[in-house]
């Protein structure tokens, strides 16, 4: 495996992480952009699943890096013929690719692509692993606290189907952060600790909403949407309990009126669309370290 492939957030450093943060950062102080010499820089973006936010902020990302960007579309490629996943990878990096970015619906697909030699990205496994989500809710926490450490994170909905939630608990936890659990009983995972939701949105700094992951075999058990939202769902009644400080966050898609009242998506403690904003950031970062690129140094304009 690549050294500069991204795959599970274990596989970065504290200090990688911070690295990474820290470019990303750059990225948007500057919004021109640093003049690396990437107009040579082939990438391919192999999106197995549906997504909006992961597969088109890479792209923008590496279109404003000034890569060469393809857009793999399996529907119309020969693994409709039986191609596996390896020998779809295998043949971008033997015609000349230097980086792909996978999203696919298999929990740890890249266990199957040790042998490749250019960098993989991981843009979702499943319910394994979502690193650049990841990075970006760090961004985004770090952008409002100025810290990672000490903050109490709410995690709550569809835990046992979620990539966000394993990625954020194994990165916060270890940078020093509280994350605890809400939701459903159906949907607790073993060594998450939970936390009654309504003493936890009064307790947290961050209350992160899931969408129940439907792709996934969840479903609603039964209640109706509102009757989701009045019970496991952030109603304006809980927003008024927040912490005058606490923000509110969402991987998304979000599903308005189910685990979120729809006026709240945009409300003032919403940091839903920076999230977004800051995923172009940190893709950027990733990008710039898929292709060997040393991190900027302290202070570097
Ligand atoms: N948060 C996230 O992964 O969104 P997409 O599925 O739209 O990429």
Redesign the pocket.
Known sequence: MNPYSLLKMSDLSNEDIFSILHDAKLFDNSRKDWQLPMQNALVANLFF?????????FESAQLQLGCKVADFQAGSSSVTKGETLYDTVKTFESIGYGCVVI?HSQDEYFEQLKDIRIPIVN??DGKGN?P??CLLDLLTFYNEFGTLSGLKVLITGDISHSR?AASDKEALERLGSTVRFAGPKEWEREGYPTMDFDEGIQWADVVMMLRIQKERGASLQGMSDGEYLEKYGLTKERYSHMQDHAIICH???VNRGIEIDSDLVEAEKSRIFT??HN?MLVRKAIIKRAFGFAPFEEGQK
């Open positions: 699943e549906a997504s909006t936010r992961t597969h088109f902020s999203r843009a979702g979502h650049s989500q966000v991987p998304a898609p999230q977004m995923g």
